[in-house]
């Protein structure tokens, strides 16, 4: 009786750690070219492309403006995309725990690349390649406008209303 009782809680242990990896969310580990298909391959939907990082103050001081943006017009018309600057070496230690505790539902990819000057001006020719930066797409790839800066409270919401007019 007692091994029924340990095998049964080992069972419910190990079926409620399952479920939980399942409703992780997970990180698509990319290079530039899966990036710049993700910026250029038309949708229905407005892209907001958001670079950023885990080690980035700036980053993480706006990151609650875009998850709040994402949850108000997800279902509309917004596609939000979390392209982290993070080192893959981290993925495991540092991004995915961060993205678990913040409860970010977006899609999150980790660039994995080393050269940033082989790719920032083909993202923008205005980009310096310092982050936080933000890659607004009108649906159709119709237009595009690229911002390098941190967002201050409450303004992103109105920079994508006026982007998407």
Aim: hydrophobic share 40%; charged share 30%; net charge neutral.
């Amino acid at each position: 009786m007692k091994r029924a009782k340990t095998i049964f809680l080992i069972s419910l242990l190990v079926c409620g750690f399952t479920a939980s990896q399942s409703l992780a969310q997970s990180i698509e580990v990319i290079k530039y070219p899966e990036l710049a298909k993700l910026i250029n391959t038309p949708t229905e939907k407005h892209k907001v492309i958001n670079f950023w990082a885990t080690w980035c103050r700036p980053c993480i001081k706006e990151l609650p403006q875009f998850l709040e943006l994402y949850e108000k017009y997800n279902e509309e018309n917004l596609e939000l995309s979390l392209v982290s600057f993070d080192f893959v070496e981290e993925l495991e230690n540092k991004l995915k725990p961060f993205v678990e505790k913040k409860n970010i539902k977006a899609k999150v990819y980790l660039l994995d690349e080393t050269d940033y000057n082989a790719f920032i001006d083909k993202v923008d020719p205005s980009w310096s390649g310092a982050i936080p930066a933000t890659l607004f797409v009108a649906k159709g790839n119709s237009k595009r406008r690229f911002i390098e800066k941190e967002f201050s409270e409450n303004e992103l919401e109105k920079v994508y209303l006026n982007f998407i007019k």
